[in-house]
């Protein structure tokens, strides 16, 4: 089956195809083996090259892994996705800086007015930094599956509440939390159908 | 050096993680070697399994392969932007669907209350349009290096004008232009800094 699905006309294995995309899935459960912040501090050393707009790097992970931070955690997530997020080994809150102008002296150093294009424009500056951040997530997301995790991306939690509750006082605003572990059982559903290609792809 | 920079704790290969993310760059000039629709649907076919929220989808690709085509993009390009379109091989626009919903019916069958959620609600509905889309962009930038080509990511577009031009009556909404070709000559400036691990990950 996989050697059926396996496209020679890309420059990347069969293998790196299937860990990445075709074999990868969301995992609703894991195994209880551990999964160490160094390993996702791998993930984030490679998945930092991924570009961004003006090299804006607006990610941050917030890797939530004590009792403690759990349930900090556990009130904010929605009711289906509570229990997930307790037993997962591990639980990345992915936010976006809406502040990533004040780097970008240091990240865009060709271009020193970098910066002031986004002085006083915050509706701007939040698009921005939620746009770049989704597509660092992306990349993220590869990562995990790169490190040979399962990750299982929720967007059913209170985004006022989890900033509230470890983002007071920055500019961070939370976008993703993701469970991040080994497959358990029955960690998924069958797959899901895509979209064909002559529905999503157009040419003029 | 390459090998240096090669995390072996990763499952994915050093090769592919140098195609994908070590050694892939952002290209701002192509050589005139051609790049074909059917490349660009390896690609989708690739990373469309890729996850999105509810299985959502809404990344839509518009291929500029044409000189009518080309024509018409390049008013709504930014003026930096323009040569660099007009020369690339094949450009890409990436749109989101803002109407997505009306596709959950086939996309999430088990949940058949999943379009209502999304009726009369149309900032909620964009917002979800949008983070989904970018998060495929991700998996999509990733897709064409895996596919051994180059990408040169562009935000400097009049989004109201291409969608004028390009998606008028319909729901889609232009999130990014990309061009994608094979790097030419002096394809890329040095490589400019990433966010530090310490900057990026926090633990709780």
């Not at 609703?28 to 912040?37: A, G, Y």
């Not at 997020?85 to 800086?97: G, K, N, R, S």
């Amino acid at each position: 089956m996989t050697s059926l699905m396996f496209d020679s006309s890309l420059a990347l294995s069969e293998d790196a195809q299937n860990l990445l995309f075709r074999e990868a899935r969301t995992a609703n459960s894991f195994t209880n083996q551990h999964v160490s912040t160094d390993q996702i501090e791998a993930i984030y050393e490679l998945v930092k090259f991924g570009p961004t707009a003006m090299n804006n790097q607006p990610l941050r992970l917030l890797l939530v892994q004590s009792d403690e931070g759990r349930e900090r955690l556990a009130p904010h997530m929605s009711e289906g996705n509570r229990a997930k997020t307790a037993i997962a080994p591990l639980v990345a809150v992915l936010a976006a800086d809406t502040d990533f102008h004040d780097r970008l002296p240091e990240h865009f150093p060709h271009f020193p007015e970098a910066r002031d294009m986004f002085v006083g424009k915050d509706d701007f500056r939040a698009g921005q930094a939620e746009f770049n951040a989704a597509l660092q997530i992306g990349y993220f997301i590869v990562g995990v599956r790169a490190a040979g995790l399962a990750a299982g991306p929720m967007g059913g939690f209170d985004k006022e509440g989890i900033d509230g509750e470890f983002f007071a006082g920055t500019a961070l605003k939370s976008q993703l939390v993701v469970n991040i572990g080994h497959p358990g059982e029955d960690a998924w559903i069958d797959r899901l159908p895509r979209l064909a290609v002559r529905d999503a792809v157009t040419v003029v």
